[in-house]
């Protein structure tokens, strides 16, 4: 995350340099579409948003104040893109929750990957404020100060919901492990 | 991973902070301390380092290889002018630009007119031609209002996205489509209480405009920006609308369904 490169890119696509906003795009297209697939679990809700992102990062880039971090304002725009899909799909679906916990993404054809799958389950059965807190942290590697920054809650928050979301996901894990050890084959 | 007896507040504080690298010198040298003495603790800080350990090493994942391309096709930067190009020619000088605008825009309305009469021979129901109660240019009030409910359209041949906006009685629909070839947009308003209003924005002699059986359909190709405006029928007030059915066909297959939710 570079603030001063991103900071003079985001000038010269304000004055309509195509090269320049390709650059943005393309630095941060894959942070923004992992962190919307983490946290709607769905590689084409995650590409759609993806996409709805850099369409309004770039429909405001003029009212973008360099004030603030670049990469800051597009992770909050893809937090609440991501979030509204989801509010989106529960407003159409409303059965669409209870198909978050079997979650399938194509790790699942890896026996390796079976425990990130589970770690996936876990996660999707947070509440939307402890999945976002942990998929900046996680996923996309930002501080609490950014988390802050970004979901504009003070660090406090951050930590207690980071804590309160591991700890959530901890008692997930077990409880599937031991359904595993019960019902399911060795 | 096993269950552990209550922690205080403070210590799991210091766990959490620890795992993370956060901790000032002190507070690690009183975590240090702390996880001398207890046992408990020093299982559920090894359990809390092999989760997180697990979440940050969730593997990244390959966005699919259209999505950039696909991005940067639909984005419009502004366009940067220079002090050549910001010149006004004469008819620039001579006339103000909203004269100039409002023909072009009468020249608009008139093509469409004319596409619609045109697509009149067609099979139109008696009730399907007294919905047509205007087809030129409106005022830009229409652009305004709430918004209702948006959809984005990404296919391999078919971009863009649709917003459907409300003021009064009008509801209206702004709609951005890019494509390469013919596409076809069916907008299904029967039975909710709504007629067609207007169009704008089609200056393109090729736009076929009809509305037929309570639902207007839109043809066109290329990269094109257009507003439809539906009103709500004096006998339907206070009545729920049902959501509004859209259609995008491109090179005369279907590729998009969606729904607008007409109420917030």
Redesign the interface.
Request: charged fraction near 30%; aromatic fraction near 6%.
């Given at each position: 995350m570079y603030k001063d490169r991103d900071a003079a890119l985001v000038n010269d696509c304000k004055r309509g340099d195509r090269r320049a906003m390709s650059q943005l795009v393309s630095q941060y297209q894959r942070p923004v579409f992992n962190a919307a697939y983490r946290i709607l679990g769905n590689m084409d809700d995650a590409a759609d948003t993806t996409q709805i992102v850099f369409l309004k990062v770039f429909e405001h880039i003029a009212d973008y104040d360099s004030k603030f971090k670049f990469f800051s304002w597009v992770y909050r725009i893809a937090i609440n893109e991501s979030l509204n899909q989801i509010k989106k799909r529960r407003k159409q679906e409303p059965l669409a929750d209870s198909q978050a916990s079997p979650w399938r993404g194509p790790d699942e054809e890896f026996d390796a990957a079976r425990l990130s799958s589970r770690v996936q389950g876990a996660l999707m059965l947070l509440s939307d404020d402890y999945r976002t807190v942990v998929v900046l942290k996680h996923i996309s590697g930002c501080s609490y100060q950014q988390i802050s920054e970004i979901l504009q809650v003070p660090e406090k928050t951050v930590k207690s919901r980071l804590y309160s979301a591991r700890q959530l996901m901890k008692k997930s894990l077990l409880n599937d492990g031991n359904q595993d050890k019960g019902g399911g084959p060795p | 991973?096993s269950?552990h007896k209550h922690i205080d507040q403070h210590a799991?504080?210091l766990l959490?902070?620890g795992v993370?690298g956060?901790l000032s010198v002190a507070e690690q040298d009183e975590l240090n301390s702390l996880l001398a003495g207890s046992a408990q603790l020093r299982d559920l800080n090894e359990?809390?380092k092999t989760?997180?350990g697990?979440?940050?090493?969730?593997?990244?994942?390959e966005?699919?290889p259209y999505?950039?391309e696909?991005?940067?096709r639909?984005?419009?930067?502004?366009?940067?002018r220079n002090q050549h190009e910001e010149k006004q020619g004469f008819f620039g000088t001579w006339l103000p630009a909203h004269w100039l605008r409002t023909g072009f825009a009468l020249a608009a309305g008139a093509v469409l007119t004319v596409s619609i009469y045109e697509m009149g021979s067609g099979p139109m129901t008696a009730e399907d031609a007294s919905n047509l109660v205007g087809t030129v240019i409106k005022s830009q009030a229409a652009e305004q209002g709430e918004l209702l409910d948006s959809i984005?359209i990404?296919t391999n041949t078919l971009t863009g996205?649709v917003e459907l906006r409300k003021k009064d009685d009008l509801f209206t629909l702004d709609v951005q489509l890019n494509s390469d070839g013919p596409t076809q947009v069916v907008v299904n308003f029967a039975g909710r209480g709504l007629e067609f209003e207007s169009i704008t924005r089609t200056q393109d002699q090729k736009d076929i405009v009809s509305i037929v059986d309570g639902s207007v359909n839109v043809a066109s190709s290329g990269e094109k920006h257009y507003t439809l405006n539906l009103r709500r029928t004096t006998n339907s007030e206070g009545r729920e609308i049902a959501p509004l059915e859209l259609e995008f066909f491109a090179n005369n297959a279907l590729v998009h369904e969606a729904?607008l939710?007409v109420s917030q």
């Open positions: - | 991973m269950e799991e504080d959490n902070g993370d956060v359990e809390l989760f997180t697990l979440l940050d090493g969730l593997q990244e994942v966005p699919p999505l950039q696909s991005i940067e639909q984005i419009r930067l502004p366009v940067h984005h990404f996205r729904k939710s």
